[in-house]
């Protein structure tokens, strides 16, 4: 178990569309708004893992077709909200937009996140510790799970929070946009490549 829980630690704490997007929503519209997207992807997640779990994910993935038609999709939304994020000029605002993506945005990007299939896919198909209990081991790694999601998260809005309110230059905000939107690029690629 403490194997799985490092695991979910440095699998969640690495920067990906969902942290990323959390320090966004923070950094542009403030504690209230953050924590009610922060809700949404908490629950996008777990019906991600519930996909996984289930099986079905895996059947929806094993036709390539498919995979690749939600590929697509998945790539084209988050590259939409990356290439907002790099040309959102010298403001900072990891997301550009004219009122928050609140709870439906959050449920909305974590079930067109790749990397939140490929993260669920490899904790809950590897690191068994419970082998005579399937759903329980599941059920413990549900626990696990969303008991180190929680404060990850709101550490990055709490980090996205602090970034809004520094004085930094236009060419600095310029700067953190383009690394943001490059980040949420290669770790969607990156997923893409893990789920092929």
Same mark, same amino acid.
């Given at each position: 178990m +403490? !194997? *799985?829980?490092?695991?979910?630690? $440095?699998l969640?704490? !690495?920067p990906?569309?969902?942290v990323? &997007?959390t320090?966004?929503?923070?950094?542009? $519209?403030g504690?209230?708004?953050g924590?009610?997207? @922060?809700?949404?992807l908490f629950?996008?997640t777990?019906l991600?893992?519930?996909?996984?779990?289930?099986?079905?994910?895996a059947?929806?993935?094993?036709?390539p077709?498919?995979r690749?038609?939600?590929?697509?999709?998945?790539?084209?939304?988050?590259?939409y909200?990356?290439?907002?994020i790099?040309?959102?000029? &010298?403001?900072?605002?990891?997301?550009? #937009?004219?009122?928050?993506p609140?709870l439906?945005?959050? %449920?909305? +990007?974590?079930?067109?996140?790749?990397?939140a299939y490929?993260?669920?896919t490899a904790?809950y !198909?590897g690191?068994g *510790?419970?082998?005579?209990s399937y /759903?329980g081991?599941?059920?413990?790694k549900? +626990?696990?799970?969303? !008991?180190?999601w929680a404060p %990850?998260? @709101?550490l /990055?809005?709490?980090?996205?929070i602090?970034?809004?309110?520094?004085?930094?230059?236009? #060419?600095t905000h310029?700067?953190?946009?383009?690394a943001?939107?490059? &980040?949420?690029?290669?770790?969607?690629?990156?997923?893409g490549?893990?789920m092929a």
């Open positions: +403490l !194997t *799985f829980a490092l695991a979910v630690f $440095f969640i704490i !690495t990906g569309p969902g990323l &997007s320090a966004g929503v923070g950094a542009s $519209f504690a209230r708004a924590l009610r997207y @922060l809700v949404g629950l996008g777990n991600v893992a519930l996909a996984v779990v289930s099986g079905l994910a059947v929806l993935l094993a036709d077709r498919l690749i038609v939600l590929f697509t999709l998945s790539f084209g939304y988050l590259a909200l990356a290439f907002r790099a040309f959102a000029g &010298s403001k900072l605002a990891f997301i550009e #937009r004219a009122s928050p609140g439906s945005g959050g %449920i909305l +990007l974590q079930i067109m996140n790749p990397k490929a993260v669920n904790l !198909t690191f *510790f419970l082998p005579d /759903w081991e599941v059920l413990v549900f +626990l696990i799970m969303n !008991t180190i %990850i998260h @709101l /990055w809005l709490w980090a996205g602090k970034v809004h309110q520094l004085d930094l230059s236009p #060419r310029s700067i953190i946009n383009k943001m939107a490059s &980040s949420m690029l290669i770790v969607v690629l990156l997923a490549l893990e």
